[in-house]
């Protein structure tokens, strides 16, 4: 999993995205580097999960473009496979099939994204992630919390350097998950990655602190007739404080 080509820093520039008639965000820039971790924050219905499935390709914005290393991704040749396979995006969603085992399933994400596992890896990111006695246990007999970890596991298998898009990933964890969660990220970030994730718990013991980016409080509405947003364009999320919200701090 290592002797990957260094991460460039992924770009979004003007970025634009919609729901049905609603401009969830206009204008947006955002700056994720290698060897940074950045909280994505806003209120429910503001676009954090719309702007990470952008990140990840899976959706198109309206207006603006992504850059890697400061060429337009569109324009990449085949999509660039080598840097797709370096990324690695969970939703809030664990993606397991019920009737899989643990390994299977983790087994089954690796070689879906071209970076297939060993046994042995497999068996060691369970491990990594506290549920590594459960990796013959059928994923319907599990709890969110224990689903929640297998999930994660893939984190755990992902090249070294890798770029991580993250989707409330401490949700349905206890303290133990929150803990290994936070090393995993760490080690991540430790060899050259890089990791953007979303979340309403106060994570306090990350480490390094995460940059915290906010998307605006209110987003832009269209004026009636109009193909414009009526409000002003949402601020810059390059700039955002570096500081760590505290638990009093929400």
Request: net charge positive.
């Amino acid at each position: 999993m290592s002797d990957w080509p260094p991460l460039p820093p992924l770009e979004a520039t003007a970025l634009r995205c919609e729901r049905g008639e609603r401009v969830l965000f206009d204008g947006l820039a955002l700056t994720l580097a290698p060897g940074e971790m950045v909280w994505l924050r806003g209120a429910n219905g503001r676009g954090k999960t719309t702007l990470l499935r952008t990140l990840a390709g899976l959706g198109t914005p309206a207006a603006g473009q992504l850059l890697l290393g400061g060429q337009p991704i569109a324009g990449r040749k085949s999509a660039d496979p080598a840097w797709r396979r370096q990324l690695v995006y969970l939703g809030h969603a664990n993606a397991l099939k019920d009737d899989l085992t643990a390994a299977e399933s983790l087994t089954f994400a690796t070689r879906l994204a071209g970076t297939p596992a060993t046994p042995a890896e497999v068996q060691a990111a369970l491990t990594a992630l506290g549920v590594g006695a459960l990796a013959r246990r059928a994923v319907r007999t599990m709890s969110q919390g224990q689903r929640r970890r297998v999930a994660l596991a893939r984190l755990a298998l992902a090249p070294k350097p890798a770029m991580a898009l993250l989707d409330e990933p401490f949700d349905a964890l206890d303290d133990d998950g929150i803990d290994r969660l936070a090393r995993l990220l760490a080690d991540i970030v430790a060899a050259g990655g890089a990791v953007l994730f979303t979340s309403h718990q106060q994570i306090d013991r990350l480490r390094p602190a995460p940059r915290v980016v906010m998307l605006p409080e209110a987003p832009p509405r269209r004026s009636p007739g109009s193909a414009t947003p009526s409000e002003p364009e949402a601020p810059s999320l390059g700039a955002s404080s570096g500081a760590l919200p505290g638990a009093s701090n929400p």
